[in-house]
């Protein structure tokens, strides 16, 4: 197994420090006014449990004069240095109760930077907390011989084994290459899994999907285009500034051509995860709001009536989910391993190579135009 507690902890930490600081900026908001699937897709300050209620997150703030950290927002809003901005934009008196949970200052200016913790951030930790508690032990296994000098123990080991081997051998070997893909295959093992789980995560009960939020999937690309980058071999930097064997002219061309292509495709990346996970549960929320919309179109009845009919399409379409919360994990993971793998590679310059064998070529002829005049003069 290639699994390394080192990487996938400073993985863990690093995408908690970058997440951090970038979903907790400007999350979008649970307001009163906007559309309930929206809300559902958005970045909130508190933990939605219902109908057991509502669990407040800390709220972090680094304003003019300093950090200053609480327990909750109504615990802000309480310490009369901040408010709901909520009851400023209608005009209403102010209240210790949160509604939007955006704070203000008690002044009426924003904050200058939003630190807090969201729910998001929470199953992302909360991932990241899960992975760690069993890839560790599992890791311990192999590194004692079960699954590695005899079979795999266990019906867990033996899944986890499944997943493990086809990302080493079917992801990082087929798209690096034997020489280098053991080098990077802890980082495509862990980027596969936390992406899968986090997937996952999100079809559980009051569960959240932090791929869903775009932030969560543009640290992921960050980091695969860190790696990408880093990594990339003096070929590599030549065929983006230099392009050996192309008219000087044609560079002008293919050099900014190059170096856009360079963030497009973390970009793609960003967005082709985002997208189908978040597109996933506006579409489940949407076919339960058929039987809203029906109620308040032809009456209760017939929404009690086609219930059903809603009900069991939005469980296929969860199960679908399902298949695809692995198969984005599996399509991130290849892609990754498939930028790093053309950025490793050692190219062949077959435009040299063409060169020489056309120089032999010549000297060939040469040398048989010689021994035409020798025999000649003979």
Do not use: C
Not at 72 to 77: D, F, R, V
Not at 88 to 114: C, F, H, M, W
Not at 298 to 327: M, R
Request: glycine share 6%; net charge negative; no cysteine.
């Amino acid at each position: 197994m290639y699994t390394n507690p080192k990487t996938l902890l400073a993985f863990i930490a690093l995408f908690t420090l970058g997440f951090s600081q970038i979903s907790s900026a400007a999350p979008e908001q649970s307001n009163p006014k906007e559309v309930p699937i929206l809300d559902k897709l958005s970045d909130h300050y508190y933990l939605d449990l219902k109908p057991a209620g509502k669990v407040e997150l800390p709220r972090i703030f680094w304003d003019e004069d300093g950090i200053s950290f609480f327990s909750s927002t109504t615990a802000a809003i309480n310490s009369g240095k901040y408010i709901d901005q909520y009851y400023l934009e209608n005009n209403e008196p102010a209240q210790a109760k949160a509604v939007s949970y955006k704070l203000a200052r008690t002044d009426g200016t924003p904050t200058r930077i939003d630190l807090s913790i969201t729910s998001k951030l929470v199953y992302f930790w909360i991932v990241g907390i899960f992975l760690t508690f069993v890839l560790i032990p599992l890791s311990g296994k192999y590194k004692s011989g079960i699954g590695r000098d005899t079979e795999p123990r266990g019906a867990f080991q033996n899944v986890m084994e499944t997943f493990i081997v086809f990302v080493r051998d079917e992801i990082a070997l087929t798209n690096i290459g034997e020489k280098k893909y053991l080098r990077f295959t802890p980082y495509l093992l862990t980027a596969f899994f936390m992406i899968m789980f986090m997937n996952l995560f999100g079809l559980m009960p009051w569960g959240d999907s932090a791929t869903a939020n775009i932030t969560v999937t543009a640290a992921l690309a960050l980091t695969t285009f860190l790696i990408t980058q880093f990594n990339g071999t003096r070929d590599h930097w030549e065929h983006v500034f230099w392009f050996p064997g192309v008219p000087a002219w044609i560079r002008i061309i293919l050099t900014p051509v190059e170096i856009i292509g360079l963030f497009t495709k973390p970009f793609a990346l960003t967005v082709r995860l985002f997208a189908n996970m978040a597109s996933g549960k506006v579409l489940v929320y949407s076919i339960i709001g058929l039987i809203f919309v029906f109620s308040g179109i032809f009456g209760d009845a017939v929404a009690w009536g086609t219930s059903w009919i809603w009900i069991l399409f939005a469980l296929f379409i969860y199960v679908i989910k399902i298949v695809v919360s692995i198969l984005q994990a599996y399509i991130f993971t290849m892609l990754s391993a498939l930028f790093i793998g053309m950025a490793v590679a050692e190219h062949d310059h077959d435009h040299d190579h063409d060169h020489d064998e056309h120089a032999h070529a010549n000297t060939d002829y040469e040398h048989v135009q010689e021994a035409v005049a020798v025999h000649a003069r003979s």
